[in-house]
């Protein structure tokens, strides 16, 4: 998988202005977590850790009220709720790296 990095062009934004864009790192944090590196994914950014962990929780939930007969129901937000918290991250992650970089000189991944 780690081809892919070699093969992905440069973000275009962070190319041309130095200012990261809210999807800067997906592809490394998918990369790591692909490799097992759950706290190395969730340092690149932490939607793709989110993201699993969500899909993870449904499928479970689904699985467990099919094979129960629908006696057991595990309970789970609702999906407004879910992509609101998506959102959230994607800003605080965007917002905290930028400023890192402008303020502090620091670069994540």
């Known amino acids: 998988m780690d081809f892919i990095l070699d093969i992905m062009p440069p973000c275009i934004l962070h190319s041309f202005t130095g200012l990261y864009c809210p999807g800067c790192g997906g592809t490394r944090a998918f990369v790591a977590l692909s490799h097992g590196q759950i706290f190395k994914s969730f340092y690149y950014h932490p939607l793709i850790v989110y993201t699993v962990v969500c899909f993870v929780w449904y499928f479970t939930k689904r699985a467990t009220k099919a094979i129960s007969g629908g006696k057991v129901n595990i309970p789970i937000l609702k999906q407004t709720t879910l992509i609101s918290i998506a959102a959230i991250i994607v800003i605080v992650n965007w917002l905290l790296r930028n400023i890192l970089q ?5 670069t994540i991944g």
Do not use: A, V
């Open 102 to 106: 402008l303020g502090w000189g620091i």
